[in-house]
């Protein structure tokens, strides 16, 4: 469950950075809004949730990226 509580912790992250963006479009501030899109948070938001889709579907790998061995 932590897997799904994390997930929809970066969405609603992300959702907030959205929210900013759509600000910054509707007052005209276009050139902040590519700054935003491309460098800034929407781009960090993004790339974060990004990396959990990607670490969640490589597998049961421990931190190391080696298969889970349990106890030995």
Do not use: C, H, P
Not at 21 to 26: F, Q, S, V
Not at 49 to 54: A, D, Y
Request: glycine residues 8%; hydrophobic residues 35%.
């Amino acid at each position: 469950m932590q897997y799904a509580r994390q997930t929809q912790e970066a969405l609603d992250r992300l959702d907030q950075s959205l929210a900013s963006l759509r600000n910054m479009i509707k007052r005209g501030n276009n050139k902040d809004a590519l700054q935003f899109m491309e460098n800034g948070d929407l781009k960090e938001k993004f790339e974060e949730l990004q990396n959990m889709i990607t670490i969640s579907s490589t597998g049961n790998m421990g931190a190391r990226g080696v298969q889970n061995t349990g106890t030995f």
